[in-house]
């Protein structure tokens, strides 16, 4: 429906910002399209010359002996050649049925030892998947190597960490306010991250590229996505409608349209499963994840290693033991694995905290999420000794 006058805000919308001072609707994207040629389809018709098989059967003498009787009847040749005809087929029959070939061993399925087993109570429930649950976070894990990111500020000239922190702290706004799911928020800031590697981008448009990555992951994620003109409205009207649907189509063309990134998210809540983690536990280590969305020397952590550093993070934090064997089994990492981003993480959240980037802090201060934020950091030295053992 086109409307010829303002719209009014979209039901649950937030408040009108942008994400910049300085942005302007000065710039506009365009983007053009490769050329799509009709591929002219070659009509070959290769002229099969059928050899024509002689079907004139051979005049058959039918000299009698002496006896008077014909030495080859019609009758007796029409059946000897239903009999040569049969012979194979009653040989297939008669013979054995070939040994089924062997699995190829990287087929097996894995056998997973009973200590180590967290999917079979849920057997009943085909939803979560527990004949092949395992497998599905060990083929995402292997696809990850496809998405390894390094830092990319040195080749963005009119960015630097700073403008990115202010991006996604909008962003967490957006998720909130539009109540979309954590999983959203989380491949929004991948997607934007891998299209920022590949394509310089200028200042004034930094947020019309975050807010098209969560536009694209809301289509992904969302049962309801939100719509373009919600977007627009959020951006405080700095961009036009065709300039989102331009640059939506210049980050799916960076990204060759894979956007099915593993995130951090989803390996956290397969861990903290685990180890039967307590929610107010799995909040903690999800704040800590969401914190480490605004670090640039975070970027290059894998999701799955990350999410194991901020869980390992949380236990110590809530003195429920280290990295034990059943993580080390369904993660694949060791706990010196993870002490390098773990000290990482725990730098960053000693760092004093911006007052102008508190939507994380704020959001997971609330007693929805217990009030993590709040709670004091672990000491430094029972840290060192748990990353020690």
Avoid at 48 to 75: Q, R, Y
Avoid at 128 to 140: G, N, T, W
Avoid at 181 to 192: G, Q, R, S
Avoid at 286 to 296: A, D, G, T, Y
Wanted: hydrophobic fraction near 40%; charged fraction near 25%.
């Amino acid at each position: 429906m086109i409307f010829s006058g303002p719209h009014p805000p979209p039901h649950g919308a937030p408040k009108k910002r942008t994400a910049f001072i300085d942005i302007t609707n000065a710039h506009k994207v365009t983007i053009s399209l490769p050329g799509r040629e009709k591929k002219k389809q070659a009509k070959k018709t290769s002229a099969t010359s059928v050899s024509t098989e002689n079907h004139a059967n051979l005049e058959k003498s039918s000299s009698v002996s002496s006896e008077g009787t014909p030495t080859v009847t019609e009758e007796q040749t029409y059946k000897d050649e239903e009999q040569e005809a049969a012979a194979p087929v009653e040989e297939l029959e008669a013979a054995a049925p070939p040994a089924a070939p062997e699995v190829p061993a990287h087929l097996l399925k894995q056998q997973i030892p009973a200590e180590f087993d967290i999917d079979s109570e849920n057997s009943e429930d085909c939803y979560m998947c527990p004949e092949y649950a395992k497998d599905i976070f060990d083929y995402l894990k292997q696809r990850e190597e496809k998405f390894v990111l390094t830092n990319y500020m040195p080749s963005q000239p009119s960015l630097n960490p700073e403008m990115r922190a202010i991006l996604i702290d909008w962003l967490v706004e957006v998720q909130e306010n539009f109540e979309l799911y954590h999983e959203t928020l989380y491949l929004a800031v991948k997607m934007a991250d891998h299209y920022l590697s590949n394509t310089p981008v200028h200042r004034e448009l930094l947020q019309l590229v975050g807010s098209t990555t969560m536009l694209i992951a809301s289509k992904f994620e969302e049962r309801s996505p939100p719509c373009v003109d919600d977007f627009l409205y959020i951006c405080d009207d700095a961009y036009k409608r065709e300039e989102l649907i331009a640059t939506e189509a210049k980050i799916l063309q960076a990204l060759s349209f894979d956007i099915n990134i593993p995130i951090p998210y989803r390996f956290l809540r397969r861990y903290a499963k685990c180890v039967s983690a307590e929610m107010d536990t799995l909040t903690l280590a999800r704040f800590f994840c969401e914190m480490s969305l605004m670090e640039m020397d975070l970027v290059e952590e894998r999701g799955s290693l990350l999410a194991s550093a901020c869980l390992l993070l949380a236990l110590i934090s809530k003195d429920l033991g280290g990295w034990c064997p059943i993580l080390q089994f369904h993660s694949g990492y060791q706990t010196s694995d993870l002490a390098p981003v773990v000290r990482k993480l725990y730098e960053m959240l000693l760092a004093p905290a911006d007052d102008k980037l508190r939507a994380i802090r704020n959001k997971y201060s609330h007693k929805v999420f217990f009030e993590v934020a709040s709670l004091p950091l672990v000491n430094a030295d029972i840290l060192e000794k748990a990353l020690s053992q």
